[in-house]
């Protein structure tokens, strides 16, 4: 299984590397925070895509 040309051992050893860095108790902070940024980013994208539906009109 590939994600963005990253296997499986790959995310692992990416997901263990933050776990060192960060620590266990921050890493759910930390996806929460990425989570939230992500989401504002669609919201954003969906509401610039609409304001340029509404300019062609």
Same mark, same amino acid.
Request: proline residues 2%; aromatic residues 8%; positive net charge.
């Given at each position: 299984?590939?994600? =963005?040309?990253?296997g499986i +051992?790959? %995310?692992?050893?990416?997901?263990?590397i933050c %776990? %060192?860095? =960060? &620590?266990a108790s921050? %890493?759910? $902070?930390? &996806?929460?925070?990425? &989570?939230?940024?992500? +989401?504002? =980013?669609?919201?954003?994208?969906?509401?610039? &895509?609409?304001?340029? $539906?509404?300019?062609?009109?």
């Amino acid at each position: 299984m590939r994600i =963005f040309g990253i296997g499986i +051992q790959e %995310l692992l050893i990416i997901l263990l590397i933050c %776990l %060192l860095i =960060f &620590g266990a108790s921050k %890493l759910p $902070e930390i &996806g929460k925070a990425l &989570g939230k940024t992500i +989401q504002e =980013f669609k919201k954003s994208m969906k509401d610039f &895509g609409s304001d340029e $539906e509404e300019k062609k009109k």
